[in-house]
């Protein structure tokens, strides 16, 4: 089964020692069981710390032997979390920006909801984009203004998407719309100049919908990227607030 997500290393003591010492963890774990999707992601370099910082012992012998060969056993919680599929760490960090979540945060089981206001940088919220597009092999694209908006949009290919071999899909814009259609920029030859490993297709999987979404299929499972103003918004020069919502599909 494939691990949801990464525990900050506080987290983690709270969540495996609260059978050893539950008066000093109880309030912690309570609000952590609300939020966390199990099964979660740890590593040997991680145990260690946490083993330095309090974890029980038999909790450490308990989970050692099947961390300490795993070729993942000394990455940083940044690279693990890369290998989730929800590709966040919840953390006691009130000020953490993505891939780190606040544990008493908008996070709510398998769900993430992101706010970036009209002023503010987009920078942390296009590299938790680029962590979750960069073990995809198909994404799905459906914003009806995606070609309308190409001098912003494009950068979605030239700046999210992986360069390695790719299935990317996308709706058609409808025709009562009167504006340009997305198949007009969306094209083979365009795809293949940004990575010649790419394909483009166009999808029914969203026909008919004003939302925006990006669908994102790998190994880790599918994550769906629901856009409140369009991906437009994320590179406009004056853009709007942008809410958006991941979720595991």
């Keep these: 089964m494939t691990e949801k997500m990464v525990l900050s290393t506080s987290l983690l003591l709270a969540y495996e020692n609260i059978a050893f010492e539950p008066r000093k963890y109880q309030k912690k774990y309570k609000r952590l069981m609300k939020l966390i999707s199990l099964p979660y992601k740890t590593n040997k370099k991680q145990l260690i710390e946490a083993q330095e910082k ?3 012992q038999s909790v450490f012998d308990r989970l050692m032997p099947q961390l300490q060969h795993q070729v993942d056993r000394d990455d940083s919680l940044e690279v693990l979390a890369s290998k989730t ?3 966040v760490i919840l953390t006691e960090d009130e000020k953490a920006t993505l891939p780190y979540v606040h544990y008493r945060s908008s996070f709510i089981a398998n769900q993430i909801t992101v706010s ?3 002023t503010e940088s987009r920078g942390e919220f296009i590299k938790y984009l680029q962590i979750l597009c960069s073990s995809a092999t198909r ?3 459906c914003d009806n203004y995606l070609a309308q908006g190409w001098d912003n949009t494009q950068s979605l290919f030239r700046a ?3 360069r390695h071999k790719l299935a990317i899909e996308f709706v058609e814009t409808p025709d009562l719309l009167g504006i340009v259609k997305n198949s007009v920029k969306v094209t083979d030859e365009f795809v293949k100049s940004v990575c010649p490993e ?3 297709s166009v999808s029914a999987l969203y026909s008919g919908s004003h939302d925006r979404y ?3 299929e790998s190994p880790q499972g599918k994550i769906e990227v629901m856009i409140s ?3 437009d918004h994320i590179w406009k020069a004056n853009p709007k607030e942008i809410t958006c919502v991941i979720r595991e599909k």
Excluded: D
């Design 116 to 118: 970036v206001s009209p």
């Design 54 to 56: 309090g974890l029980n």
């Design 229 to 231: 103003s369009g991906f």
């Design 198 to 200: 790419w394909t483009t």
């Design 214 to 216: 990006l669908l994102i």
């Design 85 to 87: 599929s929800l590709k």
């Design 139 to 141: 994404v799905t694209i």
């Design 160 to 162: 999210v998407l992986p």
